[in-house]
């Protein structure tokens, strides 16, 4: 036992099943049926995949060494700090549930078709607010005119007031501004008490952990002298904690980013999207990695008639244009689909199992680039001294491989991993445009940009949901840029991306 | 300094850092020397010693950002090279002081022809234009000694050898007609005999037109035979200066002395080679006191605390500079000395005479490598890399495979193997087959053979422990019980190599080029083998640690009575290690023998004329030089008849027709060539 | 040079086999014929009758691969398989859905996707070679960083906004070009302008950050070296020795897209209205017309595979070591 918790494996497994126990049981006690959708199960597994990858770097002095430098740059912690906000919503909107239904005596509890997320349960107060159709952001009127009766029978055609945005305005026109002043201060303040308190934990923890007294620790990290740039991540948290109070605070008397054709909030949507994008961006690779990286290094390394195969294999996919294969695909799911509506018990369930579909062809679309490149860095790699040692050792091929291929080809692998993530989330929108993206239910910045680019004709325009959905995107893809660039000039930088 | 007119260069109190501005690389720490008109001025120093970049500096052509002459003086001409600017520099470089580079392959831009490349600086500097260009490029061109000039101007640089390049660059240098010609380690990628005429050329050039060179080199043979003076550098400082003449003769630095004494050759056979403890200090310590103190045999108890001034020490006929205490006059010598440390040129107990039934036999070893081509992939030719080999090599002895680069010595090591599966032919390893054996079997008997590369860098993965590197082959071997005993037979394999235990826990980036060579040679002992294939396994050392590896080896011999077939271009190393030798010439060996034989009296005019280019220490031997035209032939279509006859100074008519049988001698020399049937 | 290319379009047939037999099997078996059909026809209120005729009428009620009822040759030439897929090897791509001819409408609407695709290929490498050798000479000032992080940022933007960036504040604020739309001859030019434009500007981020890595991955060899110690000035080095190398991968990265390049852009096309290949495949994709797909599918393969052969041959052309054998 003990020499099994010594393992680097070992802590992390451990977390992992906690937690895996907890996601179960909490849902039963607070009375809910857990879901459990594929692709939350994928997320898991990638969770996993990444708490052990981090626990074995960090059991590896080179490796350590390199991230090190990762973490030294300005740059890449700030867009780290961005990202983690990106994914903690993501997470949050990974957990779903049924509720029950309200029981009628002596039945058997039945649960509400509906799958909710522990997300849409935080954002209660976006999702639940739906209003008629089209407002603008901080409206407190609808966008369309409609026929009203008034209180005296008569009908006019005015602008009504919302539902549930700017009801405790006495008079709008007067009152709004000030308002909004009043509310985005309070948040705002929240928000930096917040902040401060959370940055205040961190750097106690911090304290203890390079056993140095708390002020000290505290005044290094304002005058920028630490080794890991403390203070602009420290800024950053600040400035996401703030946005999000402020959000949260305004979000409570108006919609933020307006509401969408058919009432619904904008920010909740662009939010919900989140997830979508974060799923394709990450599960596609999960989905495609360990056939790109077992195909790679065999070829490289057996050559011969194992190479000519697996060259033939990728050579015969990447010649069909990426969209059009994607969208064949698609379609023959799509009638797949149609064609089997029993195979699923809700509307959720089939959206995400279209949307598990896409990423598994984006997958097997992007693995063929990923896997050239590990063909070519293996067939280098096969004439170094240090393998033709092992060889000389006796050292069987397999072990070989995974000693001494595997190990050396990572960085690689890891590069393109971070290098494809924000070229997915973009190919998603566009996909979506096309028809062949995800589900047009399943909540997605492409299903938004496309609902609303249909209405830039309008007059006055419609901009809100684009906006919304330009502004999450462009900041989830440039973060994970920024990261990427800094992670392959850490690694290796060297190699060079694809054309 | 009696003659000012005298000096092309002076260069004082050069200083050049690297990376950050708190903690620099100081890769150049207060460099300063002078050069004459028409001399030859050696700058000597081991990899890493800051010698390049001087050179770099004096045209100012340090990488940058990264790196950023911090201080000093260079006077070219009267002129002070630091003080002007990009645009002014540009009349210096390639027209008043050109350089040419250690490596031709990559020196020449790959996709321009040699003439457009010469061309470039003739326009530049020379103001030609036109006709004349052209005209005076196929000048410089034949001026190097390149056959058929008017032709060559229209070749890319990758239709040329590498001695070819050397001379091109070599003649892009020259277009400019420059003052002052640096030359940074030009012949260190060559091979010995293309290295001797490229040396002659130098000279020549300088002959007939009075230019001087700045020789940079790490190689004390070079320097013992062309310069006028030499000046030795270590850590980033000139340790000692002088005329080549009072240098050889009157050594003073204890860093030089160990140089000299680290060479390996015949006369120091039987003995253990000199070696310098330790490895060079990293350059971005602060020195508080001599840089070699902690290397050096006769260290004083102060030269831990005080920097060594340099002195000048009046000869008769010039200065004689040194850094070191013990020949300054203001600093007493302690009074109890540190003891001297016992000599180490103890006698090596090796029976030479014993000559056991061979461990390993090979004959007629043939590794082709199909040339595939046309529609069908259909094969069209073959590289003859190894062609009919034989030897053997008995228990306990070293074979040396001598050869230039591309004669095919690593394919024969490869061989032998099984890393390469040889085309025919037979390897016979204690009467067993090596060749026919597959799979399980041959994994089982891979303990016995084992191989040590050339390349310390790339020879270890450099993503495991060094206790993972040595454990793999007794993993895989099934040697050791349990993983303990296997921690255990580390830590004596660590012993046995002069390492440190904690090495075990150590990545290999963490230990120098030396270093590394041990422990790849505990990883090979690792699995208790009887024959080691050692693949110029001290090329890539500088000589200090070289000679620690040879040392090293030796010893393993002698306890282990290992078997070694030493590949090698480097006859010295031959001469000091080897019992037996045979030299490789386009995929066949031509002379093999006892090595005091071969040494001595070389039969084959190959082995003649390798052994005649080897720059030598001793200036009084005036041997007789012979010097081969010409390079090694392709071993894709190798000269009919002898392979050797278009470079040999003797070849006859039969040698172009027949290739020669083997002759053999009652002292054990077997020759492959005309003149003795 | 002759055999060498023989040889690449020898290579090239199993690799479009493999591609055929792929887009069959995602086309045929996966979902039968009748799935289709279904799915069409609407999947409620859908008689037999109404399905059979549905198949009649595009030539899918063949069996797949072997038809036992019919003699000879025909019991393989006489199936979906056959009429399908074998028959795109002649480029004999059969109708679409509406009964327009395929090849047809491919031959019709390539000229309009290269009215835009070549003139983006060619200024956008241009336009990102001069941005990029504009970098590499201010090679790690301040010039540099901002430079790149302005191209992360401009990676970062998806190409439907700067499409519908474009469109709106070209075309509707300052009104300056239609819209979308096209016509026929030098008409086209004010409708061409705009998603040309759009199309370079929307290429430059990836780009020039690319060519940049290319331009200081040359600079650190020693040949540049060479080159400056014969005292060339900085932009007759990067001019000279650095462009001239680099070159080569730019040249043939950018060679194998160029037989794709008639093959138009989904988007652009899509948005401005343009009747090009790209829109067309894209029209096809949206009403489910798997007969377009399909020959979309295989031309994209076809020159795709092109390109490949054109890039070895544009290799011995820009570098004289290479020559192919």
Redesign the interface.
């Given at each position: 036992m003990q020499k099994l918790s010594r393992q680097f494996w070992f802590a992390p497994l451990l977390i992992l099943a906690g937690l895996w126990l907890l996601w179960l049981f909490v849902p039963l006690m607070l009375g809910v049926k857990p879901v459990m959708l594929w692709t939350d199960r994928l997320i898991v597994l990638l969770l996993a995949a990444v708490v052990l990858l981090v626990a074995y770097i960090r059991r590896k002095a080179p490796l350590r060494e390199a991230w090190l430098q990762v973490f030294r740059q300005r740059r890449a912690m700030i867009a780290l700090v961005v990202l983690c906000a990106f994914i903690v919503i993501g997470l949050l909107d990974s957990i779903h549930y049924r509720k029950p239904l309200p029981r009628s005596s002596g039945d058997a509890v039945q649960y509400s078709v509906e799958v909710l997320s522990v997300l849409d349960a935080v954002l209660e107060r976006l999702r639940a607010r739906e209003e008629k159709t089209y407002s603008a952001p901080f409206a407190t009127h609808l966008y369309a005119k409609e026929t009203v009766t008034l209180p005296d029978g008569r009908q006019v055609r005015i602008y009504p007031r919302l539902t549930h945005a700017g009801r405790h305005l006495a008079d709008p026109q007067k009152d709004k501004a000030a308002d909004i002043m009043r509310t985005s201060l309070q948040g705002v303040a929240g928000g930096v008490l917040l902040g401060l308190s959370l940055l205040l934990l961190l750097t106690r923890w911090l304290a203890w952990r390079k056993r140095q007294a708390f002020l000290s620790c505290w005044r290094e990290i304002w005058r920028g002298a630490s080794e890991i740039p403390w203070r602009s991540i420290f800024l950053t948290i600040l400035i996401v904690i703030v946005s999000i109070s402020t959000a949260w605070a305004l979000s409570g008397k108006y919609h933020v980013f307006g509401t969408d054709k058919v009432g619904q909030d904008v920010l909740y949507l662009s939010l919900k999207s989140i997830r979508t994008g974060l799923v394709i961006g990450t599960l596609t690779t999960l989905v495609m990695l360990p056939f790109a990286i077992a195909l790679g290094i065999m070829a490289g390394y057996f050559r011969g008639w194992v190479d000519d195969i697996i060259q033939y294999l990728y050579t015969t996919l990447s010649s069909i244009p990426g969209v059009l294969l994607i969208a064949a695909a698609i379609l023959s799911i799509q009638v797949y689909i149609a064609n089997h509506p029993s195979l699923f018990e809700t509307a959720t369930d089939r959206a995400d199992l279209r949307l598990l579909a896409l990423c598994v062809i984006l997958g097997i679309t992007s693995w063929t680039g990923l896997c050239r490149l590990l063909r070519g860095e293996t067939l280098k790699l096969r004439e170094m001294d240090y393998i033709q040692a092992a060889t000389a050792l006796g050292v069987r091929h397999f072990t070989i491989l995974g000693r001494h291929v595997m190990p050396n080809v990572l960085h690689i692998v890891l590069i393109m991993v971070v290098l494809d993530f924000s070229g997915l989330v973009l190919a998603e929108a566009v996909l979506s445009y096309v028809g062949v993206g995800v589900d047009p239910s399943t909540i997605s910045w492409g299903n938004m940009i496309n609902g609303a680019r249909l209405e830039l004709a309008r007059e006055p325009v419609v901009w809100w949901s684009l906006i919304a959905a330009f502004c999450l995107m462009f900041t989830l893809v440039l973060a994970a840029n920024l990261f990427a660039d800094a992670v392959r000039d850490a690694f290796d930088p060297r190699l060079r991306e694809q054309a | 300094m009696e003659d000012n007119k005298d000096i092309l260069l002076s260069v004082r109190d050069l200083r050049v850092h690297f990376g950050s501005v708190t903690a620099p690389v100081r890769a150049v720490d207060g460099v300063s020397f002078d050069i004459r008109r028409g001399e030859t001025f050696a700058l000597l120093g081991e990899s890493g010693c800051g010698k390049s970049m001087t050179a770099l500096s004096l045209?100012q052509?340090i990488?940058?950002?990264a790196g950023r002459i911090a201080g000093g003086e260079v006077l070219f001409d009267g002129q002070d090279l630091m003080a002007l600017s990009?645009?002014q520099?540009?009349?210096?470089?390639?027209?008043r002081i050109?350089?040419i580079?250690q490596?031709p392959m990559?020196?020449?831009?790959?996709?321009?022809t040699v003439g457009a490349q010469i061309a470039?600086?003739l326009i530049?500097?020379v103001g030609l234009s036109g006709k004349a260009v052209s005209e005076r490029c196929v000048e410089l061109l034949d001026a190097v000694g390149i056959p058929a000039p008017a032709k060559r101007i229209n070749d890319?640089p990758?239709q040329l050898s590498g001695g070819m390049k050397q001379r091109v660059?070599i003649a892009?240098a020259l277009a400019?007609e420059p003052e002052l010609l640096i030359a940074d380690e030009p012949t260190t990628a060559l091979d010995v005999t293309i290295q001797a005429q490229v040396l002659d050329l130098l000279a020549g050039i300088q002959e007939d037109t009075g230019m001087a060179i700045m020789l940079i080199t790490h190689d004390l043979g070079i320097v013992a035979g062309t310069v006028d003076h030499v000046a030795i550098m270590y850590a980033g400082q000139i340790v000692e200066q002088a005329a080549r003449k009072e240098f050889f003769s009157n050594t003073l630095h204890p860093y030089a002395k160990k140089l000299f004494a680290a060479v390996p050759g015949g006369h120091k056979r039987g003995r253990k080679l000199e070696t310098i403890k330790g490895s060079v200090p990293p350059l971005n310590t602060k020195f508080h006191g001599c840089r070699f103190a902690e290397r050096c045999d006769e260290v004083w108890p102060r030269c831990y605390e005080q920097q060594p001034r340099w002195l000048e020490l009046q000869t008769d006929d010039d200065s004689h500079g040194v850094r070191c205490h013990r020949y300054d006059a203001r600093i007493e010598a302690p009074h109890t000395v540190a003891p001297q440390p016992k000599t180490r040129l103890t006698e090596a107990q090796i029976s030479r005479e014993q000559k056991g039934e061979p461990l390993l036999q090979i004959r007629d070893l043939k590794v082709h490598f199909p040339i595939r081509?046309?529609?069908?992939?259909r094969v069209v030719g073959h590289v003859y890399a190894v062609d009919g080999v034989d030897m053997e090599i008995p228990r306990g002895r070293t074979l040396a495979l001598v050869g230039e680069s591309g004669c095919g010595k690593t394919t024969v090591g490869?061989g032998l193997?099984q890393?390469i599966r040889p085309t025919a032919g037979s390897v016979s390893y204690r009467g067993q087959e090596l060749t026919r054996l597959k799979g399980e079997a041959?994994?089982?008997?891979?303990?016995q053979?084992?191989?040590i590369?050339?390349?310390p860098f790339?020879?270890?993965?450099?993503?495991?422990m060094v206790s993972s590197i040595l454990e793999?082959?007794m993993r895989?071997?099934q040697i050791g019980e349990s993983a303990a005993e296997r921690q255990r037979h580390i830590a004596s394999l660590l012993e046995h190599v002069g390492l440190p235990a904690s090495a075990a826990r150590r990545?290999p980036?963490e230990f120098s080029g030396g270093q590394r060579q041990r422990i790849?040679v505990a990883?090979a002992l690792a699995?208790k083998p009887e024959l080691i294939v050692c693949d110029e396994p001290t090329s890539a050392l500088d000589v200090s640690v070289q000679a620690q590896t040879l040392n090293l080896l030796k010893d393993l011999q002698n306890e282990l009575q290992l078997s070694y077939l030493f590949i090698t271009h480097n006859l010295s190393v031959v001469d000091y290690l080897a019992h037996d030798v045979a030299v490789m010439y386009l995929g066949r060996i031509v002379e093999k023998g006892p090595v005091e034989t071969i040494m001595q009296t070389p039969r084959h005019p190959y082995t003649e004329a390798l052994l005649s280019a080897v720059p030598t220490l001793d200036e009084t031997s005036e041997r007789e030089v012979i010097r081969l035209q010409g390079e090694l032939p392709s071993p894709i279509n190798p000269p009919t008849g002898c392979h050797f006859h278009p470079r040999c100074p003797r070849a006859m008519e039969e040698c172009r027709r027949h290739y020669p049988a083997v002759t053999r001698w009652e002292t054990g020399e077997e020759v492959r060539c005309h003149l003795y049937m | 040079m002759f055999a060498y290319i023989v040889r690449r379009i020898l290579y090239a047939i199993p690799i479009l086999v493999g591609v055929n037999l792929l887009t069959f099997t995602l086309f045929f078996v996966v979902n039968s014929p009748d799935d289709m059909a279904r799915m069409h026809l609407g999947m409620k209120r859908v008689t037999p009758e109404a399905i059979s005729k549905w198949k009649q009428n595009r030539g899918y009620d063949k069996p797949l691969l072997y038809n036992s009822e019919a003699e000879g040759a025909a019991r393989v030439m006489d199936t979906i398989f056959f009429t399908k897929s074998v028959s795109l090897f002649a480029f004999r791509f059969g109708s679409a859905d509406d009964g327009r001819d395929i090849g047809h409408d491919i031959q019709q609407r390539m000229w309009p996707s290269l009215a835009i695709a070549i003139p983006v290929f060619i200024v956008g490498i241009l336009v990102n070679i001069t941005f990029a050798l504009l970098l590499a000479f201010f090679r790690a000032t301040y010039i540099d960083i901002w430079g790149v992080i302005l191209c992360v940022i401009l990676m970062s933007i998806s190409a439907l906004f700067y499409i519908i960036g474009g469109q709106f504040l070209i075309g509707k604020l300052l009104h300056l070009v239609p819209i979308s739309g096209y016509d026929t001859g030098i008409n086209s030019f004010k409708f061409l302008v705009l998603p040309v434009v759009i199309g370079i500007i929307g290429g430059i981020g990836a780009g020039t950050r690319w060519y940049r890595t290319i331009f200081l991955e040359e600079i650190n060899k020693d040949y540049v070296r060479t080159a400056r110690a014969k005292g060339l000035s900085e932009l007759r080095v990067l001019f000279r020795h650095v462009l001239k190398n680099a070159m080569i991968p730019i040249l043939t990265g950018a060679v194998v897209v160029i037989p794709l390049l008639f093959m138009g852009s989904l988007l652009t096309e899509s948005f401005f209205g343009i009747p090009g290949l790209g829109s067309y495949t894209i029209e096809a994709i949206q009403s489910q017309d798997f007969a377009i797909v399909r020959a979309m599918v295989f031309l994209g393969s076809v020159m795709y595979i092109f390109g490949l052969i054109l890039t070895d041959i544009s290799y011995t052309l820009v570098d004289p070591r290479i020559r192919l054998s």
């Open positions: - | 045209l052509l990488p940058t950002p990009e645009i520099m540009r009349h210096i470089r390639g027209k050109s350089m580079f490596e990559t020196s020449l831009n790959p996709v321009m470039e600086v530049q500097h890319y990758h660059m892009l400019g081509k046309g529609l069908f992939k490869k193997l890393l041959l994994r089982r008997l891979r303990s053979l084992q191989i590369f050339q390349d790339s020879s270890m993965n450099p993503r495991m793999e082959g895989a071997q990545y980036h790849c990883r699995v | -």
